[in-house]
């Protein structure tokens, strides 16, 4: 079974401008949740979507949102970048939600705001 | 919301010597708590996990126990190898269905 897939890789975006981040959850997966990871943050929710709906969400500016489809694949939006968006953005999937499905993370998408 | 924090943020053992990783929680009411490694340039993944109704769980050379009357929480690792070298995270769940991480062990075996 493929695990979570996140496209692009990698991201190099100037200050002020926007970007979409896209994730795959695992084949039957229905939740799928965002993280930033900085080294000198750790891993930090941002929000997370359940059947097309946001069940819960981070504290982070608007700037940053999400959107799930049909299909359970999501995305994640971030506009007027800044500098200090530049992060690893880590998507996971889980079964179901709550303590009877632990995430599975894809490989993230390095963004680099310069 | 929960708060967990984790200890050590560092850690250097010898090949074949024991790594254990703390972590402490907030709130009591939190009955799921993953262990994840997250090697360089990948992300996260699970590689053990301990639900509130027991206080112990093994695979293999790794262990996880939980003492929910301290609210805290510890990962074992036995007769550590190099490619056990990577950055191990703690989470638990609160009820609101949120994960909430530590802040990550950096563990390095030394040959």
């Known amino acids: 079974k493929a695990g979570v897939t996140q496209t692009p890789r990698y991201l190099i975006k100037t200050r002020g401008q926007q970007v979409t981040l896209s994730c795959s959850p695992i084949s039957g997966h229905r939740s799928v949740s965002w993280y930033q990871q900085t080294p000198g943050q750790g891993l930090q929710f941002l929000f997370e979507?359940?059947?097309?709906?946001?069940?819960n969400k981070g504290n982070f500016p608007g700037r940053f949102s999400g959107r799930q489809f049909s299909n359970s694949r999501s995305e994640m939006n971030v506009s007027t970048l800044e500098l200090g968006d530049s992060a690893l953005y880590l998507c996971a999937s889980s079964l179901v939600r709550g303590n009877n499905s632990p995430l599975h993370f894809g490989n993230g998408t390095r963004l680099t705001v310069t | 919301g929960e708060n967990v924090e984790q200890h050590p943020s560092t850690l250097s053992v010898q090949e074949g010597d024991s790594a254990v990783i703390k972590c402490t929680y907030s709130d009591s009411a939190s009955n799921y708590f993953p262990w994840y490694k997250q090697e360089l340039g990948k992300g996260p993944q699970l590689i053990i996990d301990?639900?509130?109704?027991?206080g112990e769980k093994k695979d293999q050379r790794i262990a996880v126990t939980l003492n929910k009357t301290a609210k805290h929480f510890s990962l074992h690792i036995t007769e550590t190898q190099p490619e056990d070298s990577a950055v191990y995270f703690c989470?638990?769940?609160?009820?609101?269905?949120?994960?909430?991480f530590g802040t990550g062990t950096s563990l390095t075996v030394i040959p």
């Open positions: 989470a638990a769940i609160d009820t609101g269905n949120q994960f909430y």
């Open positions: 979507y359940f059947s097309e709906t946001q069940r």
């Open positions: 301990i639900r509130s109704n027991v």
